[in-house]
């Protein structure tokens, strides 16, 4: 059934590729919205852009939004680069889970400083004029079992220059494919127009493969080929070493194919990051050249959701005034819950399954069995966190059960 669906997808964006790479796109379509296409954030811009599929923080909203749906927390990355001569941008980037997705925002602005008024000849004629580019993101993204994620994005881009502006709209599909230390993603982008001109439509693929994973070193590289439409296509490598979950580097190179202009170190990439608990800044150097360097820097903030599994995952016994107001269950009252929670859960009712799972440890907090089925339940919602804690608890009750402890092992170490 996923292979199946798997390759519809593929056939569904080769279906979207054909009809709209045969309709009309201006050659200054990648001009006037040029932030659509420069990319978010320092670690992945550090990577060079291989983050189709990896993305899988707050800036997966912009490279591939169906990577939001393997975040669980609340993410808040704010992201300042200070580009050629006067010119620089800002952009802030935000992940929520909410329902069963995850929602994705991102809103960019570029301001390319300050430049005197001229007219058609070229003579001044007083005052100045500040060029700005401000464009806003909300993407969505969805689990469809354990390997396969869906995502979309839907944008708003506008540029001013003077007494002119222009402003488009456009529309994001994505897919995200992981398997085991390997991950595919799949992204076609901009999909829409700014009045008359084309918005710089592009499509991105790639690889991830993570070549390590211990409990002290992690190591991801990546891979991906993109094209800009009227424009040369690209292929990008890139590589992230994580050491004690705190220090990171990266590294990438991306390829032009066709004519390269700006000369220098073009291409290239690098980048570090550090990070202490739910906080980390990213930095990526990146030079275009004879134009200059462009250095990125990107604070990230991780924040556990309201009213989550995380504070919800505390029980405390239940402080009873009067023993006469409650009846505790019968054992056989409690095992015919934890078959009730069993039926939800093979029904993919998951929330109804949590919630049964957990009345019972309400009722017996030392109820083995609903420890190990709540956390098979946060394991399918993809809530490792929260599965861990579960099990840790379950194993200090049934500590000779194999199957649990090797799973805690292997993810000790990611």
């Known amino acids: 059934m996923k292979r199946s669906l798997l390759i519809f997808l593929i056939l569904f964006f080769h279906s979207l590729l054909v009809r709209f790479s045969n309709a009309a796109v201006n050659d200054s379509a990648g001009i ?21 599929a990896v993305a899988d923080d707050a800036s997966a909203v912009f490279w591939n939004p169906a990577g939001l749906s393997r975040i669980n927390k609340i993410k808040v990355s704010v ?14 980037m935000s992940a929520f889970p909410l329902g069963s997705g995850v929602l994705g925002l991102d809103v ?65 599909f994505a897919a995200m494919y992981k398997a085991q230390q390997f991950s595919y993603g799949l992204t076609l982008q901009n999909i829409g127009s700014g009045g008359a001109y084309s918005m710089p439509m592009a499509v991105r693929a790639g690889a991830a493969l993570q ?24 292929a990008s490598l890139g590589a992230e070493y994580i050491f004690a979950k705190m220090f990171f580097l990266r590294a990438g190179y991306r390829l032009k194919f066709g004519e390269n202009n700006t000369g220098g170190l073009t291409g290239l990439s690098a980048g570090a990051g550090v990070g202490i608990n739910d906080f980390t800044i990213d930095y990526a150097f990146v030079p275009f050249g004879d ?17 989550s599994d995380v504070e919800m995952l505390k029980p405390v016994r239940r402080v009873v005034e009067k023993e006469s107001d409650k009846q505790a ?25 949590e919630k049964e799972y957990k009345a019972i440890i309400d009722e017996n ?50």
């Open 329 to 353: 269950k019968t054992p056989e009252q409690l095992r015919d819950m934890l078959a009730q929670g069993g039926s939800y859960e093979n029904a993919g009712n998951l929330n109804a399954a």
């Open 32 to 52: 006037i919205f040029p932030e659509l296409t420069s990319g978010a954030g320092a670690r992945s811009e550090s990577m060079a852009g291989a983050f189709t």
């Open 365 to 414: 907090f030392d109820y083995a069995d609903a420890w190990k089925r709540l956390g098979a339940v946060m394991v399918k919602k993809k809530n490792n966190v929260e599965a861990f804690r579960c099990f840790q608890q379950y194993l200090k009750l049934r500590p000779d059960d194999k199957a649990v402890r090797a799973w805690m092992d292997k993810n000790s170490r990611e």
């Open 108 to 172: 960019f602005y570029m301001n390319y400083g300050s430049f005197n008024r001229v007219n058609e000849s070229g003579a001044l004629t007083g005052g100045a004029v500040n060029p700005y580019n401000l464009s806003v993101l909300g993407g969505y993204g969805l689990s469809l079992g354990k390997e396969l994620s869906l995502g979309v994005t839907a944008k708003f881009a506008m540029q001013s220059i003077d007494t002119y502006s222009y402003s488009g709209f456009g529309i994001d």
């Open 291 to 307: 134009l200059g360097v462009s250095n990125r820097v990107t604070l990230n903030m991780d924040f556990a959701v309201p009213n």
């Open 211 to 234: 070549a390590l994973s211990t409990r002290e070193h992690k190591l991801t590289v990546a891979m991906d080929l993109d094209y800009i439409f009227k424009d040369a296509p690209y």
């Open 79 to 92: 992201e300042f680069d200070k580009w050629f001569m006067d010119s620089y941008y800002e952009n802030l």
